[in-house]
């Protein structure tokens, strides 16, 4: 029995890593763009999952090949290393404790090393728009563990953004944080995707997502994949740039 929990984060750590090689295999090559463009400044900042690191995911921004990307900054942060509960305690990277594997819609939360992630990934999204961007033009976007930060990142960040993904996420936190997001917040669109194969995170707590928003009243596009299991496919990444395409603002 122990053994077997202690399988499954590597499952999910050693799935991130073939999906990273996919990426690099099937990536298409970026074309050039013309010089001088008008093109407003964006920021996408994308979150890994539980084991993974930033780094290994690089390549998923090689599959935005429009000419609205030409002026993207792409962020990929790596966690840091903590010991995770749901694997007895060993440590890997990871953004927040997780309890249990696979993921339920009914697991435990562990909202306060949630909260603490959330500070930082604000912190981050705080100097970009320090930096000139308009908070419209960012986008935060995660994977599994990284999804369900995406989540709560967005719904508690003080100003309405372009817009926050989830795939193969959950919701993090109790119901008793909705009184913590504020008007701004509920603005901010949300794309989730997931796979109806997924044993990880099952899909039935990818499912619990959009009613949990549509009662505060956010936004949320739901896209479930048959047949896809705890990954991510070249079809979300292509409806992920067509979905962030229609909400970027152009320059003034």
């Not at 705080?126 to 994977?143: H, L, M, Q, R, S």
């Not at 194969?197 to 949990?212: C, K, S, Y």
Request: charged fraction near 15%.
């Amino acid at each position: 029995m122990k053994l077997v929990l202690l399988i499954k984060p590597i499952v999910l750590f050693t799935s991130a890593i073939s999906i990273t090689a996919l990426f690099v295999l099937l990536s298409p090559k970026n074309p050039p763009f013309p010089e001088g463009d008008s093109m407003a400044r964006s920021f996408v900042l994308w979150l890994h999952g539980l084991g993974d690191s930033g780094p290994a995911n690089e390549p998923i921004k090689t599959f935005f090949t429009s000419p609205e990307f030409r002026n993207t900054k792409w962020s990929f942060p790596s966690a840091p290393s903590n010991p995770v509960t749901c694997n007895y305690g060993m440590v890997m990277p990871s953004w927040f404790d997780i309890h249990e594997i696979p993921v339920t819609a009914d697991s435990p939360k562990n909202e306060s090393s949630l909260l603490k992630a959330v500070q930082n990934v604000h912190a981050t999204i705080d100097k970009e728009i320090a930096a000139g961007t308009n908070p419209n033009n960012v986008f935060v976007c995660g994977f599994s563990q990284g999804g369900a930060l995406t989540l709560a990142s967005v719904l508690l960040y003080p100003k309405t953004l372009g817009g926050g993904a989830v795939f193969s996420g959950w919701v993090p936190f109790n119901s008793s944080i909705i009184e913590k997001i504020s008007p701004e917040a509920k603005g901010t669109p949300i794309l989730w995707s997931h796979g109806m194969a997924d044993r990880t995170v099952l899909f039935e707590a990818g499912q619990a997502g959009p009613p949990f928003l549509e009662k505060i009243g956010v936004s949320c596009e739901f896209k479930a994949y048959p047949g896809l299991a705890h990954s991510i496919n070249n079809e979300e990444l292509q409806h992920l740039e067509s979905w962030i395409k229609a909400r970027l603002q152009s320059s003034s």
